[in-house]
């Protein structure tokens, strides 16, 4: 759960973010003051002209959300690795051992020196 608060914190932190709100709270402050429904497409316009203009935000929530989709992958990676051991662990299975110990890691790279081929 720390993690979802973090990365919720990361993500509304952005300038992105920020003008959605501000771009939605206005056209309902402008709403109220004009005695009117507040209009959800003139909102979505204003955002659209304010994300052009400031391409510099597009790139800031990209590269808190690339952040928290890589921190999210690591912890699967983790995940799976203690569920490979675990059952690895658990097994009596002499099969079942022998496919654990050589499945190939997720992370394994190809050898650096060419094998001699028959």
């Known amino acids: 759960r ?15 973010v920020r003008s959605y709100a501000e771009t939605s709270f206005h056209e309902y ?10 209009d959800q497409n003139e909102a979505m316009k204003a955002f659209a ?3 052009a203009a400031h ?3 597009i790139r800031e929530i990209g590269a ?12 699967l990676k983790a995940t ?16 079942a051992r022998m496919e654990a110990a050589t499945r190939p890691s ?6 650096s020196t060419r094998l001699p081929r028959e």
Do not use: H
Request: no cysteine; charged share 30%.
């Open 2 to 16: 720390d993690n979802d608060q973090d990365w919720s914190e990361r993500l509304l932190s952005t300038s992105f």
């Open 29 to 38: 402050v402008d709403a109220a003051l004009e005695r009117r429904p507040p």
């Open 49 to 51: 002209a304010n994300a």
């Open 55 to 57: 391409p510099e935000q």
């Open 64 to 75: 808190a959300t690339e952040e928290i989709f890589k921190e999210v992958a690591d912890q």
């Open 80 to 95: 799976q690795a203690q569920s490979d051991f675990s059952q690895y662990s658990q097994s009596n299975s002499p099969r």
């Open 106 to 111: 997720s992370d394994a790279t190809r050898p």
